[in-house]
């Protein structure tokens, strides 16, 4: 199955500077990264995603590149404010299997720290 | 609406009870999921659902008993659970399958198993 690796597990920045969060993956076939934010005592919720088709996306201060060679991905958040501090997962969707729906496989999480 | 709702937030049993745990969404998603996620770690994916049937099931022992009543509905049976089992129960839906789109959440149901 896929395995999802995430670096680093927390990350502590200045507010106002960037922060990078990274992530490979092991199944080439994969070809949907979203990425989740989760608040504490809060649910998951996707900040970005990313298909195989395309090398990066941007949503205002937040960006996700693609590298399907190399089979990793990253989250690039600029001027980062007090309310970018969450944990943040990176996933993975394998393939179909046997023509049904399927999950996603998380990173393990990346606990992003936005020094005041 | 774009809700995934959960019922109870939280729920506190013994090892020999039953219980359930109850989801729901009205935003015509045909796939819905159960994970399990233990503090400071990432959801773990429990069991898929696409148009109401069961499609996935991540080797999940048989005291965790998934039902999925109607294309709107997510139930989870809990019956002899035991201590290590406490987590929180997220419930998401997706309007087809992952590969679609967004995963919609809920806020989760926080179980303690005493």
């Known amino acids: 199955g896929e395995n999802v690796e995430q670096h680093p597990s927390t990350l502590s920045v200045q507010e106002g500077d960037s922060a990078v969060i990274k992530c490979t993956y092991s199944?080439?076939?994969?070809?949907?990264f979203p990425w989740y934010k989760q608040e504490l005592g809060k649910r998951p919720q996707l900040i970005i995603d990313?298909?195989?088709?395309?090398g990066e996306k941007k949503d205002q201060r937040i960006a996700v590149t693609l590298n399907k060679t190399a089979k990793h991905f990253s989250l690039h958040i600029t001027e980062t404010q007090p309310e970018d501090s969450a944990v943040y997962f990176c996933?993975?969707?394998?393939?179909?299997?046997?023509?049904?729906?399927?999950?996603?496989?998380f990173g393990k999480g990346t606990h992003l720290i936005i020094q005041p | 609406d774009t809700e995934v709702t959960q019922t109870p937030k939280h729920l506190v049993m013994g090892m020999t009870n039953k219980k359930s745990l109850k989801c729901e969404q009205h935003?015509?998603?045909?796939?819905m999921y159960w994970y399990k996620q233990k503090a400071k770690k990432p959801p773990e994916l429990m069991f898929v659902?696409?148009?109401?049937?069961?499609?996935i099931n991540e080797s999940v022992p048989s005291r965790f008993s998934p039902e999925c009543p109607n294309s709107s509905l997510l139930n989870l049976h809990l019956h002899a659970l035991q201590p290590e089992d406490s987590a929180l129960y997220l419930c998401?839906?997706?309007?087809?399958?992952?590969?679609?789109?967004?995963?919609?959440f809920g806020e989760g149901s926080r179980l303690t198993v005493l």
């Open positions: 996933a993975a969707s394998n393939v179909l299997r046997g023509g049904g729906a399927d999950g996603l496989t």
């Open positions: 659902y696409s148009y109401e049937k069961l499609s």
């Open positions: 935003m015509g998603h045909r796939a």
């Open positions: 199944d080439s076939a994969s070809n949907y």
């Open positions: 990313i298909r195989s088709n395309v």
């Open positions: 998401a839906s997706s309007q087809e399958t992952v590969l679609s789109g967004e995963l919609f």
